[in-house]
């Protein structure tokens, strides 16, 4: 996951707008269906960063089709 901030955006959570993957040939390919994920912004962290919640990855066989 790869989310750009910048030295003047404001701290606070915000919300995914869209997911892509990038294939091994270096093109960039949006999910057609996206979770709900957000991150939070933070100034100056006290500890390191952390991911809050479960994540999973796994392929679950019959739900994409590839071809």
Do not use: W
Not at 10 to 19: A, F, I, M, Q, T
Not at 51 to 65: D, K, N, P
């Amino acid at each position: 996951m790869r989310a750009p901030v910048y030295e003047d955006d404001p701290s606070g959570r915000y919300n995914c707008k869209e997911l892509a993957a990038q294939t091994a040939g270096g093109k960039r390919v949006l999910f057609a269906d996206k979770p709900d994920l957000n991150f939070a912004v933070a100034l100056e962290p006290s500890r390191p960063p952390h991911i809050g919640g479960a994540i999973s990855l796994v392929f679950q066989e019959g739900m994409f089709h590839i071809g």
